[in-house]
């Protein structure tokens, strides 16, 4: 069994997503280039309970729709690098508008956890969040800290563990589209899964051809050139 594993960093801009990062790889960080692309991504190390544990700050989205180059590059690095845990940063004083990336995670991937970070900044304005009750909603481990005051930091830690040893079990939410467009994904889904086996994720991919998404056809071209040579 390894002991070594890889966390992507995902969230919308000023979530403390760097905060973060920083927190837990310290002075342990590195710039490398990823899989060809033009752009440098920032990694980091750290480890807990005797595993290792390699750390890449995606750049901050508001989406994973690939409407610009931080998007394409965050959601590529979710789909065709399969981390093993995606570590969706929310802003505890915006969660409704940050929850839209959250839930295109989870279209993408089992193996997420959500961090409700600034929440000393929520509990000022008078916020409450009960993340019990979003955990039950949402299927996947709800952890809530404060990133500046190092405040859920060791629950956070715990929490990576338990799923990366499979100790926690993800069920994410999966949102039901409207009738039509249900139809079409279930029509598309034989091909998608035939094309694309069980390494990529099919509803999603479903999803994303409705929409017309040009630069992931091109990538999932790639990657199965690049796999048939």
């Known amino acids: 069994m390894t002991n070594s594993y890889r966390i992507a960093l995902a969230g ?21 280039n990823w899989a060809g692309k033009t752009v440098d991504l920032k990694a980091g ?32 690095y979710i789909v065709f690098e399969k981390p093993d845990v995606t570590l969706v940063i929310l802003d505890a004083t915006a969660l409704q508008r940050n929850m839209n990336l959250a839930l295109q995670v989870m279209e993408i991937t089992d193996r997420l956890i ?22 039950r909603r949402l299927g996947v481990p709800v952890i809530k800290v404060s990133a500046r005051n190092k405040t859920g930091i060791p629950m956070l830690l715990d929490t990576i563990d338990r799923v ?52 992931l056809l091109q990538q999932i071209e790639k990657k199965m050139t690049k796999t048939e040579v």
Request: hydrophobic residues 35%; proline residues 4%; aromatic residues 8%.
């Open 164 to 215: 990366v040893t499979g100790a926690i079990q993800c069920t994410p939410y999966q949102l039901t589209y409207n009738e039509e467009t249900e139809e079409k994904i279930n029509l598309l889904l034989p091909m998608v899964q035939q094309i694309a086996g069980n390494d990529l994720p099919a509803r999603w991919l479903a999803l994303r051809l409705l929409d017309g998404d040009k630069s």
């Open 12 to 32: 919308n801009p000023n979530t403390g997503k760097s905060t973060i990062f920083n927190l837990l790889t310290g002075l342990k960080q590195h710039t490398g």
């Open 114 to 135: 959500i961090c409700i970070n600034l929440i000393d900044e929520a509990e000022k304005l008078g916020i409450k969040i009960n993340e019990k009750l979003l955990m």
């Open 45 to 76: 190390t750290f480890s807990f309970k005797d595993k290792q544990y390699e750390m890449i700050d995606l750049p901050g989205t508001y989406s994973l729709f690939s409407n610009s180059k931080d998007e394409e590059i965050a959601r590529d």
